[in-house]
């Protein structure tokens, strides 16, 4: 469900727990490990060159073929599951927090982040921050998007900012909030163009 206004009136608390982090990384990995068709379209040649050969030739001459069959198996076997398995392995052992505090909001120039500054927060010599207790915020500008991603559940908005790298996952569970993810969506598609797919 979509808000009328395209933008927010005022910022939406933003929460990401850690399995929902877990979750986006795994989602984001699984949608840049396809396997292309060109690797599928060998591997099925491959095969089907193992199971003629087996059916064809008698005696020793199959072991060649046999080897053909089980490498295709073992090949795609690798590649569907013990990979992802791995990768979620590596995923779950980041030491990650829960994010929370954090209110987001969507305006013509950019996306807005809002944070109330921790009482034991120090910040770092030189940079000027809000006093602690007092709301820090920031705007990430739409030309400031250097490419994004969509699944299911998320939108993946890579940003460049003063030469400095960063992420942001927006759940899309958020549009239930009156988020307009769809002017999210229309901001990107006119300075960045369509979502990336690998």
Request: aromatic share 12%; net charge positive.
């Amino acid at each position: 469900m979509s808000s009328p206004y395209p933008y927010t009136m005022q910022p939406v608390p933003y929460e990401l727990s850690v399995a929902e982090q877990h979750d986006a990384q795994l989602s984001l990995w699984r949608a840049g490990n396809h396997i292309p068709r060109k690797v599928w379209i060998i591997v099925a040649l491959v095969a089907l060159s193992g199971i003629a050969g087996i059916y064809w030739f008698k005696g020793y001459s199959t072991i060649f073929f046999w080897l053909l069959l089980i490498g295709a198996i073992i090949y795609i076997s690798v590649r569907i599951f013990a990979i992802e398995w791995y990768v979620k392995r590596q995923i779950a052992k980041q030491a990650l927090e829960p994010l929370s505090g954090i209110k987001i909001g969507v305006q013509p120039q950019g996306l807005v982040m809002v944070q109330k500054i921790p009482a034991n927060f120090k910040a770092p010599k030189g940079m000027a921050m809000p006093p602690a207790g007092q709301e820090a915020r920031g705007v990430i500008g739409w030309k400031e998007f250097t490419e994004w991603r969509e699944t299911e559940q998320y939108l993946y908005l890579f940003y460049k900012v003063k030469g400095q790298q960063g992420t942001q996952i927006i759940p899309k569970r958020m549009a239930a909030q009156k988020f307009p993810i769809d002017t999210i969506r229309k901001h990107l598609l006119e300075t960045v163009g369509v979502a990336k797919t690998d």
